[in-house]
């Protein structure tokens, strides 16, 4: 696994932390230190795949990338590929969803429900399930229906949150006319 690092206008691509280091140090505005030697060590060793921030100083990061790529260019270019690759399979499934399948629907949405609590009055988040069936024209309707139900209720709480129809909490299954 390689390591991209970007400290604002500067770049590179990196095979392992010692590399990484070298070319912090390398830069003017950077004092490496033994926290930041540690975060990006804890970094690389995880399984994250994520981008990590690691501060520099106050309001000051550079941010580490793990990747396959060997180059720059290859790294440059696998993102560019990968974000319009991302961006279409979305618009397909958006589409998808919208698409005309009249019928009955098996919903299923898990949802963080505001729970009060009487004796103290602070409220917190509950993972709360809810399952149905719905007559809907496509699934984006079923969605839009579980939600409709759901807010329209007097005993859930507004502030309660939903996930999107895109989220694994949101789960459905179309039954037939």
């Not at 990196?14 to 070319?23: G, I, P, S, T, Y």
């Given at each position: 696994?390689?390591?991209?690092?970007?400290?604002?206008?500067?770049?590179?691509?990196?095979?392992?932390?010692?590399?990484?280091?070298?070319?912090?140090?390398?830069?003017?505005?950077?004092?490496?230190?033994?926290?930041?030697v540690?975060?990006?060590?804890?970094?690389?060793?995880?399984?994250?795949?994520?981008?990590?921030h690691?501060?520099v100083?106050?309001?000051?990061?550079?941010?580490?990338?793990?990747t396959t790529a060997?180059?720059?260019?290859?790294?440059?270019?696998?993102?560019?590929?990968?974000?319009?690759?991302?961006?279409?399979a979305?618009?397909?499934?958006?589409?998808?969803?919208?698409?005309?399948?009249?019928?009955?629907?098996?919903a299923?949405?898990?949802?963080?429900?505001?729970?009060?609590?009487?004796?103290?009055?602070?409220?917190?988040?509950?993972?709360?399930?809810?399952?149905?069936?719905?007559?809907?024209n496509?699934?984006?309707?079923?969605?839009?229906?579980?939600?409709?139900?759901?807010?329209?209720?007097?005993?859930?709480?507004?502030?309660?949150?939903?996930p999107?129809?895109?989220?694994?909490?949101?789960?459905?299954?179309?039954?037939?006319?």
């Amino acid at each position: 696994m390689n390591l991209y690092i970007r400290y604002f206008d500067d770049e590179t691509l990196v095979h392992n932390v010692a590399e990484a280091l070298d070319f912090l140090s390398s830069l003017d505005d950077v004092e490496v230190t033994e926290e930041m030697v540690a975060e990006l060590e804890k970094f690389m060793s995880s399984s994250a795949m994520f981008p990590k921030h690691i501060k520099v100083r106050a309001r000051s990061f550079f941010i580490a990338i793990k990747t396959t790529a060997k180059t720059m260019e290859e790294f440059k270019s696998k993102g560019a590929n990968q974000g319009k690759e991302e961006k279409a399979a979305q618009k397909e499934a958006l589409e998808q969803y919208a698409m005309p399948q009249p019928g009955w629907y098996a919903a299923k949405m898990t949802f963080k429900r505001v729970i009060v609590m009487p004796e103290t009055q602070k409220s917190h988040y509950v993972d709360t399930p809810f399952v149905c069936k719905v007559w809907a024209n496509s699934t984006q309707e079923c969605y839009e229906k579980v939600l409709d139900h759901l807010h329209s209720r007097d005993d859930i709480d507004p502030r309660s949150q939903y996930p999107s129809i895109k989220s694994p909490n949101f789960e459905f299954e179309y039954l037939g006319e």
